[in-house]
Protein backbone atom coordinates (compact mmCIF):
# COMPACT_ATOMS: atom_id res chain seq x y z
CA UNK A 1 0.00 0.00 0.00
CA UNK A 2 1.77 3.41 -1.36
CA UNK A 3 1.72 6.06 1.91
CA UNK A 4 3.11 9.86 1.37
CA UNK A 5 3.84 11.50 4.40
CA UNK A 6 4.78 15.00 4.69
CA UNK A 7 6.82 17.10 6.94
CA UNK A 8 8.29 20.10 7.65
CA UNK A 9 7.62 23.29 10.27
CA UNK A 10 4.21 23.92 11.16
CA UNK A 11 4.87 27.90 10.98
CA UNK A 12 6.87 30.45 8.78
CA UNK A 13 7.86 33.76 8.92
CA UNK A 14 6.48 36.29 6.26
CA UNK A 15 9.02 36.45 3.37
CA UNK A 16 10.87 33.65 4.52
CA UNK A 17 10.82 29.95 2.49
CA UNK A 18 8.71 27.22 3.02
CA UNK A 19 9.86 23.62 2.94
CA UNK A 20 7.90 20.42 3.08
CA UNK A 21 9.23 17.35 2.56
CA UNK A 22 7.08 14.09 1.68
CA UNK A 23 8.11 10.72 2.44
CA UNK A 24 6.80 8.41 0.29
CA UNK A 25 6.05 4.58 1.19
CA UNK A 26 5.35 1.33 -0.70
CA UNK A 27 6.16 2.80 -3.92
CA UNK A 28 9.10 4.73 -5.57
CA UNK A 29 9.67 8.23 -6.42
CA UNK A 30 11.95 6.57 -9.29
CA UNK A 31 8.67 4.80 -10.96
CA UNK A 32 8.41 6.50 -14.77
CA UNK A 33 4.52 5.51 -14.39
CA UNK A 34 3.63 8.35 -11.39
CA UNK A 35 4.56 12.07 -10.72
CA UNK A 36 4.54 13.76 -7.72
CA UNK A 37 2.34 16.43 -6.96
CA UNK A 38 1.69 19.97 -3.89
CA UNK A 39 -1.32 20.76 -3.37
CA UNK A 40 -2.70 23.07 -1.51
CA UNK A 41 -5.82 24.12 0.77
CA UNK A 42 -5.98 27.13 2.82
CA UNK A 43 -8.30 26.59 5.68
CA UNK A 44 -11.80 26.25 4.76
CA UNK A 45 -11.18 26.83 1.23
CA UNK A 46 -10.78 25.14 -1.92
CA UNK A 47 -7.76 22.97 -3.86
CA UNK A 48 -5.04 24.40 -5.42
CA UNK A 49 -2.10 22.65 -7.29
CA UNK A 50 1.17 23.92 -6.64
CA UNK A 51 3.07 21.65 -9.15
CA UNK A 52 4.22 18.33 -10.49
CA UNK A 53 7.59 16.43 -10.66
CA UNK A 54 8.84 13.13 -12.63
CA UNK A 55 11.58 10.86 -12.36
CA UNK A 56 12.99 12.39 -15.38
CA UNK A 57 13.28 15.73 -13.37
CA UNK A 58 10.92 17.66 -15.56
CA UNK A 59 8.81 19.79 -13.61
CA UNK A 60 5.79 22.01 -13.57
CA UNK A 61 4.39 24.50 -11.63
CA UNK A 62 1.55 26.63 -11.44
CA UNK A 63 1.79 30.18 -12.71
CA UNK A 64 0.02 31.46 -10.00
CA UNK A 65 3.17 31.06 -7.45
CA UNK A 66 4.77 33.57 -9.85
CA UNK A 67 8.17 31.09 -9.80
CA UNK A 68 8.39 31.32 -5.76
CA UNK A 69 7.93 27.03 -6.21
CA UNK A 70 10.79 24.40 -6.46
CA UNK A 71 10.00 20.54 -6.54
CA UNK A 72 12.57 17.68 -6.11
CA UNK A 73 13.26 14.52 -5.97
CA UNK A 74 15.56 12.90 -3.41
CA UNK A 75 15.97 9.14 -5.10
CA UNK A 76 18.05 7.81 -2.18
CA UNK A 77 15.28 8.86 0.65
CA UNK A 78 12.37 8.26 -1.30
CA UNK A 79 11.45 11.82 -0.85
CA UNK A 80 9.74 14.46 -2.46
CA UNK A 81 10.17 18.18 -1.62
CA UNK A 82 8.82 21.55 -1.78
CA UNK A 83 9.66 24.94 -1.05
CA UNK A 84 8.02 28.32 -1.52
CA UNK A 85 9.86 31.34 -1.29
CA UNK A 86 8.95 35.10 0.02
CA UNK A 87 5.56 33.64 1.61
CA UNK A 88 3.42 35.62 2.62
CA UNK A 89 -0.21 35.17 5.07
CA UNK A 90 -1.75 33.97 1.80
CA UNK A 91 0.44 31.18 1.42
CA UNK A 92 -1.32 29.93 5.15
CA UNK A 93 -2.91 26.58 3.69
CA UNK A 94 -2.79 22.69 4.63
CA UNK A 95 -0.48 21.36 1.81
CA UNK A 96 -0.56 18.09 0.38
CA UNK A 97 1.58 15.47 -1.24
CA UNK A 98 -0.10 13.27 -3.76
CA UNK A 99 1.05 10.39 -6.34
CA UNK A 100 0.01 11.24 -9.98
CA UNK A 101 -0.36 8.53 -12.72
CA UNK A 102 1.09 9.54 -16.03
CA UNK A 103 -1.00 7.85 -18.37
CA UNK A 104 -3.92 9.39 -17.25
CA UNK A 105 -3.88 12.64 -14.93
CA UNK A 106 -5.08 12.03 -11.59
CA UNK A 107 -4.27 11.92 -7.95
CA UNK A 108 -4.41 8.50 -6.81
CA UNK A 109 -2.66 8.50 -3.43
CA UNK A 110 -2.81 11.86 -1.10
CA UNK A 111 -0.71 12.07 1.95
CA UNK A 112 -2.66 13.14 4.95
CA UNK A 113 -1.95 17.17 4.95
CA UNK A 114 0.43 19.52 6.88
CA UNK A 115 -1.05 23.00 8.13
CA UNK A 116 1.37 25.80 7.62
CA UNK A 117 0.99 28.86 8.98
CA UNK A 118 2.67 32.58 7.89
CA UNK A 119 2.83 34.02 10.86
CA UNK A 120 5.74 36.59 12.84
CA UNK B 1 -6.04 28.24 -17.39
CA UNK B 2 -9.51 26.07 -17.16
CA UNK B 3 -11.84 27.22 -14.80
CA UNK B 4 -13.79 24.70 -13.38
CA UNK B 5 -17.66 26.13 -11.92
CA UNK B 6 -19.41 23.37 -9.64
CA UNK B 7 -23.41 23.86 -8.42
CA UNK B 8 -24.83 24.01 -6.06
CA UNK B 9 -22.08 24.87 -3.40
CA UNK B 10 -24.12 23.40 -1.26
CA UNK B 11 -27.05 21.25 -0.30
CA UNK B 12 -28.83 19.26 1.93
CA UNK B 13 -30.06 15.43 1.77
CA UNK B 14 -31.57 12.71 3.72
CA UNK B 15 -30.07 9.32 3.64
CA UNK B 16 -31.39 7.63 0.60
CA UNK B 17 -31.49 10.20 -1.75
CA UNK B 18 -30.38 10.84 -5.16
CA UNK B 19 -27.69 13.75 -5.29
CA UNK B 20 -26.62 14.95 -8.51
CA UNK B 21 -23.91 17.34 -8.93
CA UNK B 22 -22.66 19.09 -11.83
CA UNK B 23 -19.20 20.82 -13.07
CA UNK B 24 -18.80 22.88 -16.22
CA UNK B 25 -15.71 23.90 -17.43
CA UNK B 26 -14.38 27.03 -19.30
CA UNK B 27 -13.55 24.98 -22.77
CA UNK B 28 -13.98 21.85 -23.55
CA UNK B 29 -11.56 19.11 -22.49
CA UNK B 30 -13.28 15.69 -23.85
CA UNK B 31 -13.30 13.42 -20.81
CA UNK B 32 -10.20 14.53 -18.85
CA UNK B 33 -12.26 14.80 -15.42
CA UNK B 34 -11.96 13.81 -12.53
CA UNK B 35 -14.06 13.65 -9.11
CA UNK B 36 -12.88 13.79 -5.40
CA UNK B 37 -14.11 13.04 -2.12
CA UNK B 38 -13.26 14.87 0.96
CA UNK B 39 -14.00 14.38 4.88
CA UNK B 40 -13.35 17.07 7.47
CA UNK B 41 -9.55 16.92 8.51
CA UNK B 42 -8.73 14.13 5.74
CA UNK B 43 -7.38 14.36 2.09
CA UNK B 44 -9.33 14.38 -1.00
CA UNK B 45 -9.62 10.50 -1.67
CA UNK B 46 -10.25 9.97 -6.10
CA UNK B 47 -14.04 8.97 -6.61
CA UNK B 48 -14.10 8.65 -10.01
CA UNK B 49 -11.76 9.20 -13.32
CA UNK B 50 -11.87 9.91 -16.97
CA UNK B 51 -15.26 11.53 -16.11
CA UNK B 52 -17.01 7.74 -15.86
CA UNK B 53 -14.41 5.19 -14.54
CA UNK B 54 -14.18 3.96 -10.65
CA UNK B 55 -11.49 2.77 -8.93
CA UNK B 56 -11.60 0.10 -7.10
CA UNK B 57 -12.94 -0.07 -3.92
CA UNK B 58 -15.63 3.03 -5.05
CA UNK B 59 -18.77 2.01 -4.36
CA UNK B 60 -21.05 1.43 -7.32
CA UNK B 61 -23.68 4.30 -5.78
CA UNK B 62 -21.18 6.74 -7.37
CA UNK B 63 -21.55 7.52 -11.01
CA UNK B 64 -20.13 10.19 -13.09
CA UNK B 65 -21.31 11.14 -17.42
CA UNK B 66 -20.45 13.95 -19.34
CA UNK B 67 -18.15 15.20 -21.76
CA UNK B 68 -16.82 18.17 -23.49
CA UNK B 69 -17.71 21.11 -20.86
CA UNK B 70 -20.44 19.33 -19.12
CA UNK B 71 -20.23 17.15 -16.32
CA UNK B 72 -21.90 15.67 -13.90
CA UNK B 73 -21.73 13.40 -10.46
CA UNK B 74 -24.87 11.37 -8.92
CA UNK B 75 -24.69 9.89 -5.99
CA UNK B 76 -27.52 6.69 -5.85
CA UNK B 77 -29.08 6.52 -2.05
CA UNK B 78 -27.10 8.44 -0.08
CA UNK B 79 -25.46 6.84 2.65
CA UNK B 80 -24.36 8.39 6.04
CA UNK B 81 -20.84 8.18 4.83
CA UNK B 82 -21.24 9.92 2.30
CA UNK B 83 -21.55 13.24 3.86
CA UNK B 84 -18.58 15.40 2.48
CA UNK B 85 -17.14 18.01 -0.32
CA UNK B 86 -16.69 16.99 -3.42
CA UNK B 87 -14.73 18.20 -6.13
CA UNK B 88 -14.18 18.40 -9.48
CA UNK B 89 -10.57 18.03 -11.61
CA UNK B 90 -9.56 18.84 -14.92
CA UNK B 91 -6.53 16.66 -16.20
CA UNK B 92 -6.60 17.95 -19.83
CA UNK B 93 -4.00 21.06 -19.36
CA UNK B 94 -1.76 22.58 -16.46
CA UNK B 95 -2.66 24.41 -14.58
CA UNK B 96 -4.76 21.77 -13.01
CA UNK B 97 -7.68 23.10 -11.54
CA UNK B 98 -10.65 22.42 -9.37
CA UNK B 99 -13.95 23.64 -8.93
CA UNK B 100 -14.65 25.23 -5.69
CA UNK B 101 -16.12 22.70 -4.12
CA UNK B 102 -19.71 20.81 -3.37
CA UNK B 103 -20.45 20.39 0.65
CA UNK B 104 -23.08 17.59 1.27
CA UNK B 105 -24.93 18.46 4.07
CA UNK B 106 -27.18 16.26 6.07
CA UNK B 107 -30.79 17.56 5.77
Known amino acids: QVQLRESGPGVVKPSQTLSLTCTVS??????????WSWIRQPPGKGLEWIGDIYYSGTTDYNPSLKSRGTLSLDTSRNQVSLKVTSVTAADTAIYFC????????????WGQGILVTVSS | DIQMTQSPSSLSASVGDRVTITCRAS??????LNWYQQKPGKAPKLLIYSATSLPSGVPSRFSGSGSGTDFTLTISGLQPEDFATYYC?????????FGQGTKVEIK
Open chain 1, 98 to 109: ARGISSWPLFDY
Open chain 1, 26 to 35: GGSVSSGDHF
Open chain 2, 89 to 97: QQSYSTPWT
Open chain 2, 27 to 32: QTMTIY
